[in-house]
């Protein structure tokens, strides 16, 4: 997770949605245990950051890039299966 969306910020340090999922499917993550967060607001504004998350086990793996820097963490998966509240983009 922290090498492929390092490479993403490096080439785009406000990415897209689709040009993350597009990274890590590249990178193997399965596309059924892969959300990504939205890239633009309802308004159509960009976002200050924007976060992947992938399900392994019972933890979830959360990416977030955000002016161009990316932090990775590992947090428990939620009673839905989920790693993020609400629909994924």
Known sequence: MTDTLGAVAA???KPGTEQIRQALAAAGVPAATLEVSA?????GLDVDS??????QGR???IGQIRDGKVTVT???VLASGKCFVGSPA
């Open 11 to 13: 080439a785009a340090p």
């Open 39 to 43: 890239g633009l607001t309802p308004t």
């Open 50 to 55: 924007i976060e992947a998350a992938l399900v």
């Open 59 to 61: 933890e979830c793996v």
């Open 74 to 76: 590992v947090l428990p």
